[in-house]
């Protein structure tokens, strides 16, 4: 794709969801921080039933220091990995309390060095939460930014890289939530919708079926 195919891409894309927000539910930054570290390797849906209870009671890091490990894996058992997704969550918790007076630190590096927080974590909570311009490139993402020829990418860094070098402003800013929901709804792994998709005519997928998007 060309950067004025990109722009075009996201033009459109635009169009139906001007404001793309993530699908987990949270109502703070810490919240937010928690339900991002669950979500892998699960999804939104998922993350979103088992907290739901959970971010009834629990909205700082030291509410849940106070229900603890235990605690914490009764509302988050129907989520893979639990064990080690609780023993993350209270370790972060403890971190957040003792090393940044219980907030959530505003910066990639500094989020990174909390126990489950890799990049595209971070990534997720500076754009959705500070709302810095950066792309966490999850699953979707990775297949979107290869498939259509956007950005494509052996390594989740490479495409990352990718996208913050062709992606322009003003549609930097949203790109990392239109690519997630495209690759979740529109761009799916098996049997992508191509003969309804918006952007069908820009995209370089060998394989997308012959029929032209709706004009």
Same mark, same amino acid.
């Given at each position: 794709?060309t950067?004025?195919?990109?722009?075009?891409?996201?033009?459109?894309?635009?169009?139906?969801?001007?404001?793309?927000?993530?699908?987990?539910?949270?109502a703070?930054?810490? #919240?937010l921080?928690?339900?991002?570290?669950?979500?892998? #390797?699960?999804?939104?849906v998922?993350?979103?039933?088992? /907290?739901? !209870?959970l971010?009834?009671?629990?909205? /700082?890091?030291?509410?849940?220091i106070?229900l603890? #490990?235990?605690?914490?894996?009764s509302?988050? !058992?129907?989520? *893979?990995?639990?064990?080690?997704?609780?023993r993350?969550?209270?370790?972060?918790?403890?971190r957040l309390?003792?090393?940044? *007076?219980g907030d959530v630190?505003?910066?990639?590096?500094?989020?990174?060095?909390?126990? *489950?927080?890799?990049r595209k /974590?971070?990534?997720?909570?500076?754009?959705?939460?500070?709302g810095q311009?950066t792309?966490?490139?999850?699953?979707?993402?990775?297949?979107?930014?290869n498939?259509?020829?956007?950005?494509?990418?052996k390594?989740?860094?490479?495409?990352e890289?990718?996208?913050?070098?062709?992606?322009?402003p003003?549609?930097?800013?949203?790109a990392?939530h239109?690519?997630?929901?495209?690759?979740?709804?529109?761009c /799916?792994?098996?049997?992508?919708?191509?003969a309804?998709?918006p952007?069908?005519?820009?995209? #370089?997928? !060998?394989?997308?079926?012959?029929?032209?998007?709706?004009g």
């Amino acid at each position: 794709m060309t950067v004025a195919e990109i722009a075009e891409f996201f033009e459109r894309l635009a169009v139906a969801n001007p404001e793309p927000v993530t699908e987990l539910a949270y109502a703070n930054g810490y #919240q937010l921080l928690v339900a991002v570290v669950l979500s892998a #390797q699960a999804t939104d849906v998922g993350v979103n039933k088992a /907290t739901k !209870r959970l971010f009834e009671t629990v909205h /700082t890091p030291q509410q849940m220091i106070d229900l603890g #490990q235990d605690g914490l894996k009764s509302h988050i !058992r129907t989520i *893979g990995l639990f064990n080690a997704k609780a023993r993350n969550v209270i370790a972060l918790s403890h971190r957040l309390v003792n090393d940044f *007076g219980g907030d959530v630190p505003d910066n990639r590096d500094s989020l990174e060095t909390l126990p *489950g927080v890799g990049r595209k /974590t971070a990534n997720v909570v500076v754009s959705v939460l500070f709302g810095q311009e950066t792309c966490a490139v999850d699953t979707h993402v990775f297949r979107v930014a290869n498939r259509t020829g956007m950005a494509p990418g052996k390594t989740p860094l490479l495409v990352e890289n990718a996208i913050m070098k062709r992606v322009k402003p003003p549609w930097r800013r949203h790109a990392h939530h239109w690519l997630i929901l495209h690759g979740r709804y529109t761009c /799916t792994a098996r049997s992508p919708k191509c003969a309804v998709c918006p952007v069908n005519d820009l995209c #370089q997928f !060998r394989a997308k079926m012959d029929a032209p998007a709706p004009g």
